[in-house]
């Protein structure tokens, strides 16, 4: 039987992943996770890292949704519909 792993609309309950995206966003110069924990109020940066390190999804099912987001942005922002078709589009499972 194959298990099933979540994607990206699942995973933003994570707390972590606030955490590490404020960080990321912030206007510090260094965006490690040692420099990030303590400026979002985390005691370890080692729980972010198990965020990152564990993390439940799959990368090339994120990899697709954040493409399918990104060309449904393009079509709508250029009242273009997106080719799918073309390979520049297609995920590579070998890179996830």
Known sequence: MTTVRPTAPTFLKYEALSFILLGL???????SLP??????GVESHQSLHHFLTQSPWLVSGLQAHRLQRTL??????????PD???ALYRVDPSRG
Do not use: D
């Open 25 to 31: 966003l912030s206007p510090m110069k260094r965006k």
């Open 35 to 40: 420099v990030i924990a303590p400026h979002v």
């Open 84 to 86: 799918y078709s073309c």
């Open 72 to 81: 449904e942005w393009l079509a709508i922002s250029h009242n273009t519909i």
